[in-house]
């Protein structure tokens, strides 16, 4: 079992930073694959960024590709995602995911390929 535990949401003005941290427990991390979702009330959960355990191999989503950047400590068993020229839109609660596998092949994008999940931290972005 695996417990991730998100922290840094917040309330931030249009073109503000926040950094999002996740951090694990319980099984080795460094083998995981991580990823970053978000949600709205209305719309289904959407992959935001992934990294896989080498720390090297990151995705990105277009809509955040060149403003968030998507990093990991081993040695710390966290995860982080900085959040940087933030938008509007980007209102959502930000949920990390973590997986033993290594989703190599795109399947990083889908939130069911990630096998533990924490409970989620709201980031509000005003304009």
């Known amino acids: 079992q695996v417990q991730l535990v998100e922290s840094g949401g917040g309330l931030v003005q249009a073109g503000g930073s926040l950094r999002l941290s996740c951090a694990a427990s319980?099984?080795?991390?460094?083998?995981?694959?991580m990823g970053w979702f978000r949600q709205t009330p209305e719309k289904e959960r959407e992959f935001v960024a992934a990294?896989?355990?080498?720390?090297?191999?990151?995705y990105y989503s277009d809509s955040v590709k060149g403003r968030f950047t998507i990093s990991r400590d081993n040695a710390k068993n966290t995860v982080s995602l900085q959040m940087n020229s933030l938008k509007p839109e980007d209102t959502a609660v930000y949920y990390c995911?973590?997986?033993?596998?290594?989703?190599?092949?795109?399947?990083?994008?889908?939130?069911?390929?990630?096998?533990?999940w924490g409970q989620g931290t709201q980031v509000t972005v005003s304009s």
């Open positions: 990294i896989l355990w080498n720390g090297v191999n990151t």
């Open positions: 319980g099984r080795p991390f460094s083998v995981y694959t």
């Open positions: 995911a973590s997986d033993p596998h290594a989703l190599y092949d795109g399947s990083y994008y889908y939130p069911q390929k990630y096998a533990y």
